[in-house]
């Protein structure tokens, strides 16, 4: 968003006015990613958001919106000392991260809760979607999210990954469970796909309404975050790829019980968490037989060819805003060429988390199918 609405008073009311007139719905509500009886962030049900913050001794105040919260958008001062404005156009759906800028320093908004992007803490706020039912907390059986802690002799320390378990894990201990091990993108760490993509909603709902086979999710730190943004043909891939497939993987199959071979493990990536998923996969073929690039590339059939019969899916997505013909011809230039092969475009949506949490909803079913 590069411009916020006009804060002006008028008969001693306040209104929100714009250059084209749009006439925005005073339907504001609390964003639903605000701390505990914090009115401020709020959205209305046009898609605008309409920021509060505290800062009397300030002389500037601009709030920066999206991934790395690029460029700024000024609030204008009230004479209680707070500074408000509602965004000049209507935000995309779902989940953005955001920040304040204050006076030139970068701070967090204190009504928002945070979120780890960006290689930082930040604001997030949430845009209510169209379809955001498949992502809600509904009353159905739930699986369990766990931290576990793994040990990684290459890195001379103990690791962290997220285990996702579906329901009835616990319930039924000699079942055996397919996993597929999922990344996140650059500035985010292994919180991400349960904070911001809610991922064991999503799936949770899909198993409950039968829409998917039951399996696990492990979810770890890519590494990937000691790389400045625009600087990724620096990063070294090796590292971690010792950390997940030597380490993480034989952690995981003695913990957890999964079925421990290449036809029932999978990976995928979102961003930049696609590209290590497609350098690793290309690289270990007899390791994983599903692969998922989510707005993180695509492959070719000459990067497949010599391994065509061990590999089960290739998955390919991208938001609309994005470069959707890439995924959709990628897509079809490895169906003519014998895999199964299928692209998604999620509508309306950019490099953002809709883009990633429809993706994960559309990849789940196509996954260790018999």
């Avoid at 985010?188 to 991922?199: F, L, M, R, Y």
């Avoid at 011809?329 to 429809?358: C, D, I, M, P």
Wanted: hydrophobic share 35%.
């Amino acid at each position: 968003m590069k411009h916020l609405l006009l804060l002006i008073a008028l008969s001693g009311s306040l209104c929100f006015v714009q250059a084209q007139d749009t006439v925005i719905k005073e339907d504001f509500k609390p964003s639903t990613k605000n701390q505990p009886q914090q009115e401020y962030p709020q959205v209305n049900s046009q898609g605008y958001a309409r920021f509060k913050i505290i800062a009397p001794a300030a002389d500037s105040v601009r709030v920066s919106l999206g991934l790395g919260g690029q460029g700024g958008t000024k609030l204008l001062k009230a004479e209680d000392g707070s500074w408000m404005g509602t965004t000049a156009g209507p935000m995309d759906e779902g989940f953005h991260y955001y920040n304040i800028n204050i006076d030139g320093g970068k701070f967090n908004d204190p009504g928002a809760l945070n979120y780890y992007g960006s290689t930082r803490w930040e604001s997030g706020i949430e845009i209510p979607a169209h379809d955001q039912d498949f992502y809600a907390l509904k009353d159905v059986p739930h699986g369990h999210v766990q931290q576990v802690l793994f040990p990684s002799p290459s890195t001379q320390t103990s690791r962290r990954a997220f285990v996702y378990t579906p329901p009835g894990y616990y319930e039924n201990p000699s079942l055996r469970y397919p996993v597929l091990y999922l990344q996140h993108g650059w500035g985010e760490d292994e919180t991400a796909w349960s904070n911001q993509g809610h991922a064991n909603l999503i799936m949770d709902n899909m198993i409950a309404e039968g829409k998917t086979k039951p399996f696990i999710i492990v979810m770890t730190y890519g590494m990937t975050n000691e790389v400045r943004m625009g600087g990724m043909r620096n990063f070294k891939i090796e590292p971690f790829q010792t950390v997940l497939i030597n380490e993480l993987i034989p952690y995981v199959d003695s913990k957890f019980r999964t079925i421990a071979d290449q036809q029932h493990r999978a990976m995928g990536g979102l961003s930049m968490g696609g590209m290590e998923t497609k350098t690793i996969t290309l690289g270990n073929p007899d390791v994983f037989s599903h692969y998922a690039l989510l707005s993180g590339g695509t492959y070719a059939p000459d990067d497949v060819n010599a391994n065509k019969s061990k590999i089960k899916l290739i998955f390919l997505s991208a938001g609309s805003k994005e470069r959707p013909d890439g995924v959709r011809n990628a897509a079809a230039a490895l169906k003519e060429a014998g895999f199964n092969a299928v692209s998604y475009v999620s509508e309306g949506t950019g490099h953002e988390f809709q883009t990633w949490r429809r993706s994960l909803r559309e990849l789940a079913p196509l996954l260790f199918k018999e």
